[in-house]
């Protein structure tokens, strides 16, 4: 297949891209430098690539950032994916589209595993951007006919992940820790739980969608377990080189937390026989190692 990917030079672009190559789909990147609500600049990519398939991840991502750019966030989120939508549109033949959401759509949803019938109660600015990116591919499948397939994946982690994110902040915290000879990890919230799936997991659930994922419906890429942060902080002070103790931060503090966001994918994993195989402790291997190797 010939592919597009937007926000290509990212955590997850890198990630995908890798792993269709290794599939033997030729990859066309759009990297992060193309500001994804320039219509002009993001067609003519398009039109030199030719895709069969748009796998759409360009955007900020930051959940905690979006409070203080809310206008930006939902300019890049949801503006760039109305124009992503219409390059897409122009093309011909038409690509199918995988619209890359996030599980934080449903922000309030309570303690129980969510599926995708779930009402979306987003929380915070980024979230509500992500509402609008999805209505906005749902209005071109039915408006306009375009093939796409929306995704709400939840936490996803792994090696190369920014430190802005709980797991790669955790995790380069406890490698600064071994190196001074320190003890103290600074730590924000600890009692969120979250629905972690290793990245390399994620990125093979994309491409698995394009070719098997129905036009106009929604699928949850999660692991469907619910691990408070306390855990993975365990998790890796039992990782580290010498002892650590966690100290809380206020400034790492959000001003609006998700108490619990764990989902249900059994649509997902009906469809297409998909499951993560890549541990939790063996994602915090490789994101400890991955920090260490930076030094």
Request: net charge negative; with cysteine.
């Amino acid at each position: 297949m010939r592919t597009f990917v937007t926000g290509a030079s990212g955590f997850v672009g890198t990630w995908l891209s890798r792993h269709l190559a290794a599939c033997g789909d030729e990859v066309y990147p759009l990297r992060d430098e193309f500001d994804i609500a320039d219509e002009g600049a993001v067609g003519r990519e398009a039109a030199r690539a030719q895709p069969d398939v748009i796998y759409h991840l360009a955007g900020l991502t930051h959940v905690g950032r979006s409070w203080e750019a809310p206008a930006e966030t939902f300019r890049v989120n949801a503006l760039g994916t109305l124009v992503l939508l219409e390059v897409a549109r122009k093309l011909a033949p038409r690509p199918r589209v995988v619209l890359v959401s996030s599980a934080e759509v449903y922000g309030l949803a309570g303690s129980a595993p969510v599926g995708e019938e779930a009402p979306l109660r987003p929380v915070t600015p980024y979230a509500a951007s992500k509402v609008a990116a999805e209505y906005l591919g749902l209005q071109a499948f039915y408006g306009r006919g375009l093939e796409v397939v929306r995704v709400r994946p939840f936490n996803h982690v792994g090696p190369g992940q920014a430190d802005s994110f709980v797991v790669s902040a955790l995790a380069r915290r406890v490698v600064e820790a071994e190196r001074a000879g320190s003890h103290a990890v600074r730590v924000g919230n600890l009692s969120a739980a979250r629905d972690f799936t290793d990245v390399r997991d994620v990125v093979r659930a994309y491409r698995l969608l394009a070719e098997l994922g129905v036009a106009g419906d929604v699928y949850n890429v999660c692991s469907g377990r619910a691990t408070p942060i306390s855990a993975l902080l365990a998790e890796l002070v039992a990782l580290a080189a010498g002892p650590v103790v966690p100290v809380e931060d206020a400034d790492l503090m959000r001003p609006a937390d998700l108490p619990v966001l764990v989902g249900d994918g059994s649509r997902f994993a009906a469809l297409c026989d998909w499951q993560p195989e890549i541990p939790l402790r063996q994602t915090l291997l490789d994101v400890l190692a991955a920090w260490r190797e930076r030094a």
